[in-house]
């Protein structure tokens, strides 16, 4: 009896390990994602009192395993506060940097990354858990 109770802890453990190793970190924003397909990460920008872009930069600080990130300059709306004094700028598309993560041919299955986001005077870190079906 005690040999099949050991058993059973061993085997418990054995399964809550495997489990856990697709989970996304604590803080990990999961997105999903076509195999050969892509997927924007997210995007950031940063303007000035008059509506022109403030440089904005991503740094990868952990690469994903099966795929990699591009980057992109885009243009789009932003979404300030309304109290914000550069609110205003929601009403015109304003040039931000995008991040793309593109999985390796025919992968399927999990990728993890983490980015630094590099603003004037500020840094933000992001990561994130991909799901390649």
Same mark, same amino acid.
């Given at each position: 009896m005690r040999v099949h109770v050991i058993g059973l802890i061993v085997l418990a453990g054995l399964l809550s390990a495997c489990q856990s190793v697709n989970q996304p970190k604590k803080g990990a924003e999961v997105k999903v994602v076509a195999v050969n397909d892509q997927v924007t990460l997210g995007h950031w920008y940063s303007v000035n009192g008059n509506c022109t872009a403030r440089p904005v930069h991503v740094q990868v600080? #952990?690469?994903?395993?099966?795929?990699?990130?591009? #980057?992109?300059?885009?243009?789009e709306f932003?979404?300030?506060?309304?109290?914000?004094?550069v609110s205003a700028c929601d009403k015109r598309r304003v040039e931000s940097i995008a991040a793309i993560y593109r999985p390796d041919a025919n992968f399927k299955g999990t990728d993890d990354v983490d980015l630094k986001i590099l603003f004037p005077g500020e840094v933000w870190s992001a990561s994130y858990h991909i799901e390649v079906k």
């Amino acid at each position: 009896m005690r040999v099949h109770v050991i058993g059973l802890i061993v085997l418990a453990g054995l399964l809550s390990a495997c489990q856990s190793v697709n989970q996304p970190k604590k803080g990990a924003e999961v997105k999903v994602v076509a195999v050969n397909d892509q997927v924007t990460l997210g995007h950031w920008y940063s303007v000035n009192g008059n509506c022109t872009a403030r440089p904005v930069h991503v740094q990868v600080v #952990t690469p994903p395993k099966h795929g990699e990130i591009s #980057t992109a300059m885009i243009k789009e709306f932003p979404e300030f506060s309304p109290t914000s004094k550069v609110s205003a700028c929601d009403k015109r598309r304003v040039e931000s940097i995008a991040a793309i993560y593109r999985p390796d041919a025919n992968f399927k299955g999990t990728d993890d990354v983490d980015l630094k986001i590099l603003f004037p005077g500020e840094v933000w870190s992001a990561s994130y858990h991909i799901e390649v079906k």
